[in-house]
Antibody, heavy 118, light 106 residues
Framework: QVQLQESGPGLVKPSETLSLTCTVSGGSISSYYWSWIRQPPGQGLEWIGYMSYIGSTHHNPSLKSRVTISVDTSKNQLSLKLSSVTAADTAVYYC????????????WGQGTLVTVSS | DIQMTQSPSTLSASVGDRVTITCRASQTISSWLAWYQKKPGKAPKLLIYKASSLERGVPSRFSGSGSGTEFTLTISSLQSDDVATYYCQHYNSYPLTFGGGTKVEI
């Protein structure tokens, strides 16, 4: 059974960089498409971007150039960096496995809450 | 971007009722639509992909239909375990976008 687990700081200061890691177990990261998705409090789901094991990537234009997503196949991990954060970036962040291209998501992590506050 | 609009935003029904949720796309997406179930504090769960294909392990009371711009998720006989928020998502093109969600209550 594939499992995904997000980890990282729960509190980030405004203007700093949010950094999260997603560890994949029960399956290899060396296939499929790996995305980050977030849900601000009381709001809907927003796709952030994806990276595949071969390095193809696409980000949501709404986040402009603030997003960096990378895959470490040796550790079976996916990472997210979001720079210049503001309170609007406060959300539960999920990693998810994407199927097909473009993709839907068949496995998700439990999510991790990141609060942006001084 | 393709906008996804769900209705209703909240739905209250009784156990055993047939429940239908609608999702409309701002432009045609063929059948590139997925449905998810989201419970508080839990990861979203894939129910339906390609508009009408049931994900393995999902109860057969869930079904999806539609193509083009209008889609529906139907629960044929609502169970107490189905209390959740349901989201549609298109995967026709990037960026991927989700509907605003439909909260189902008993």
């Amino acid at each position: 059974q594939v499992q995904l687990q997000e980890s990282g700081p729960g509190l980030v200061k405004p203007s700093e960089t949010l950094s999260l890691t997603c560890t994949v177990s029960g399956g290899s990261i060396s296939s499929y498409y790996w995305s980050w998705i977030r849900q601000p409090p009381g709001q809907g789901l927003e796709w952030i971007g994806y990276m595949s094991y071969i390095g193809s990537t696409h980000h949501n234009p709404s986040l402009k150039s603030r997003v960096t997503i990378s895959v470490d196949t040796s550790k079976n991990q996916l990472s997210l960096k979001l720079s210049s954060v503001t309170a609007a970036d406060t959300a539960v962040y999920y990693c998810a496995r994407g199927v097909s291209m473009p993709h839907y998501f068949d496995y998700w992590g439990q999510g991790t809450l990141v609060t942006v506050s001084s | 971007d393709i906008q996804m609009t769900q209705s209703p935003s909240t739905l209250s029904a009784s156990v055993g009722d047939r429940v239908t949720i609608t999702c409309r796309a701002s432009q045609t997406i063929s059948s590139w639509l997925a449905w998810y179930q989201k419970k508080p504090g839990k990861a979203p769960k894939l129910l339906i992909y390609k508009a009408s294909s049931l994900e393995r392990g999902v109860p057969s009371r869930f079904s999806g239909s539609g193509s083009g711009t209008e889609f529906t998720l139907t629960i044929s006989s609502l169970q107490s375990d189905d209390v959740a928020t349901y989201y549609c998502q298109h995967y026709n093109s990037y960026p991927l976008t989700f509907g605003g969600g439909t909260k189902v209550e008993i």
